[in-house]
């Protein structure tokens, strides 16, 4: 990619998201122009010196040479400083507000992009790229703003002070043009290698660090080092070349710099020596050709920045492209009405590149009903909880709620009518009794607690010292397993969804718990759908109809008999938070619900 190709596509990226922050920019960079101007000027003062204060010897013109010297300096010095921080301010903006939106386009993807992107990369995205891109897009936009009017102007200052001359210093800046744009390239291909072996490295560390129980208790722990260490040797050497590709387009700047002086003194002293030129003259000539120096390897790095910002923009932008695999319907339908059901109608799908999970799957859930859905490992249960969820869309048939496709549904409608507690339930790292309220932030305290003691988490809590307020670590982990699928149902029963999916909810508990889970299900307000997936016969047994998954396929199994013990789990045997209803009746807990006709 061309310098001027990177350059419109980081800063075509970078342009939305100036918005607030373009006074800072501007004022940073016409501040940065100001103090360009100010550079010359004090150059050309002090020309003045050598040749009114220095060569003459003469003190009496030192003292307003001096002053105006320090004035412009001055002034020089604090535009440049005030445009630095005006820069930083802008910059520092605009990095905020594209990582914001990036980070939210990536939360606001399906889980079907989840499954294709690995966790360590959208990190790598989210982080350096975006850095990356500002570096080139704003701090470079002023970089080269700058230059340009650095070599602009100095430039001018060399005709101004001695056309001939210059002609001689400038004789360079073909070859130097010819090699920057062939190292360009170059250093397109360096970056592109560099981004993709630092976003591998992080890739394994996110993989290990996550899972490193499993690391250890394997122990590969040894292998996984390895692995670090030789990703981390392809990054290294990738970014040594990156360096050393910079290092050599950097060195064509200064060789120039350096040929073109050596051409300039050899044609000024045969200049001095016909009287054509002062020493003042010819020295501040240098001096403008030595300012020359930095503005001509800055407009040199500014293609290997803009290598490098081109290869983070193409990589956010793969993300702000990336196909939404269930788009939100141009014309959303009206919520279904409360109570509702949830109904497969001949769903059919697979995973992208896999064998088909589900054939023709036809099912309803209705309100009031408990279903269990039972099945083999890898049978597709997870599936349909995700497919009601719409994380996928079928290939074919329709999933419903209360009769409408979910295609059809905003996201947040569906989100908010079907609530899933998954196989494998997240945690936020603060609060039990945070972790439970993020499912509705703005529930009341006794519609909390009773969430809380439906699923018995306050008897959890009380062996606690902080109680509710106890911090679940990351990822749940000062929790047990069980505890943790305690918070998850809490949270799903506080969000009041009318369907209520729970994959595998008894995972982790104990057969107290399970008992006392299946009584909670009995106990819970008798309108929402509640699908049960279990592999747990007692579970199963809870359900008022059973749904076996085989082949892609369900079949209807007749409910099977109850087990001894839930004949048992009358009102008077179960522990009264198990028969506490959900949601805004706390303040009848203390007045047993009997459960359902169908457990007695
Ligand atoms: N994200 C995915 N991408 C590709 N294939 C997947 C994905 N998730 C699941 N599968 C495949 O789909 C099939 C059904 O998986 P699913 O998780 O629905 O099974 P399950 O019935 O819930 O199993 P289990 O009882 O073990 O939880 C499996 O063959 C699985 O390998
Ligand atoms: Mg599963």
Redesign the pocket.
């Known amino acids: 990619m061309s310098t001027s190709t990177s350059i419109r596509s980081s800063v075509a990226m970078m342009a939305p998201y100036t918005k607030g922050h373009r006074f800072a920019i501007v004022s940073g960079i016409i501040l940065g122009i100001i103090a360009v101007f100010g550079q010359a000027a004090a150059l050309n003062v002090f020309g003045k010196f050598i040749d009114d204060v220095i060569v003459p010897a003469d003190f009496s013109a030192f003292p307003h040479v001096a002053i105006l010297y320090a004035v412009i300096s001055v002034a020089m010095i604090a535009s440049g400083c005030v445009s630095q921080v005006a820069l930083a301010s802008g910059g520092e903006g605009v990095v905020r507000s594209l990582r914001s939106e990036l980070f939210r386009r990536i939360m606001s993807m399906p889980a079907s992009f989840f ?1 294709r992107n690995e966790p360590g990369d959208l990190l790598t995205r989210i982080d350096s790229d975006v850095d990356e891109v500002e570096v080139f897009a704003v701090s470079g936009i002023d970089t080269a703003a700058n230059a340009v009017f650095q070599v602009v102007v100095f430039t001018g200052m060399l005709v101004w002070l001695d056309p001939e001359l210059t002609l001689v210093a400038l004789v360079i800046v073909p070859v130097v043009l010819i090699a920057t744009k062939l190292l360009g390239r170059r250093m397109a291909a360096v970056e592109a290698e560099a981004r993709r072996r630092a976003s591998n490295l992080m890739g394994v560390a996110e993989q290990s660090v996550n899972g490193e129980a499993d690391a250890r208790a394997f122990g590969w722990v040894g292998a996984l080092t390895r692995r670090f260490d030789e990703e981390g040797r392809h990054a290294q050497a990738a970014a040594v070349k990156e360096t050393r590709v910079g290092q050599v387009l950097e060195a064509v700047g200064i060789l120039a710099v350096v040929v073109a002086a050596l051409a300039v003194i050899g044609f000024g002293v045969y200049q001095l020596s016909s009287r054509t030129i002062t020493i003042g003259t010819l020295t501040i000539f240098l001096g403008f050709l030595m300012e020359l120096y930095e503005p001509i390897t800055d407009l040199g790095s500014l293609g290997a920045s803009g290598a490098a910002a081109a290869v983070s923009a193409g990589r956010i932008n793969e993300i702000f492209t990336a196909e939404n695999t269930t788009p939100e319907p141009a014309a959303p339908g009206p919520a279904p009405a409360t109570p509702t059901d949830l109904r497969f109608d001949a769903v059919t799908f697979s ?1 992208p590149g ?1 064998a088909r ?1 589900l054939d023709a799957v036809s099912f309803a859930v209705r309100p009031g009903e408990v279903v269990a859905l039972v ?1 083999d ?7 349909i909880a995700r497919l009601a969820h719409r994380d996928y869309d079928p290939s074919g048939g329709r999933v419903l709620l209360g009769g409408r496709d979910l295609r059809t549904l905003c996201s947040s409608t569906v989100t908010g009518n079907v609530a899933v507690v998954n ?1 494998f339930p997240a945690l936020l790292d603060t609060t039990i009794i945070e972790n439970v309220r993020a499912a509705r932030p703005r529930a009341g305290r006794d519609e909390v607690d009773s969430a809380i003691r439906a699923v018995g988490l306050d008897d959890v809590a009380a062996a606690f010292p902080e109680g509710l307020e106890t911090q679940v670590g990351p990822h749940g982990r000062g929790l047990s397993g069980g505890q943790r699928e305690r918070v998850a149902i809490a949270r799903a029963l506080l969000c009041r969804a009318p369907v209520l999916i729970l994959d ?1 909810p008894t995972n982790g508990l104990d057969q107290a718990s399970v008992t006392d889970f299946t009584a909670m299900i009995a106990a819970l307000p008798g309108d929402r759908a509640i699908l049960l ?1 279990t ?1 747990d016969q007692a579970v199963a047994r809870c359900a008022d109809r059973l749904l076996v ?1 085989s082949h892609g396929r369900v079949a209807a199994q007749p409910t099977p008999t109850p087990l001894a013990p839930r004949r048992a789990m009358t009102p008077a045997r179960l522990p009264r938070r198990a028969l506490a209803p959900v949601a805004s009746q706390a303040g009848n807990s203390s007045t047993p619900v009997s459960p359902p006709d169908r457990w007695l």
Do not use: M, P, W
Request: charged share 25%.
């Open positions: 499954d995973y896999r999970v099945g490992s890898g049978a597709g249960k997870s599936t196989q595998e997936i592999h998954l």
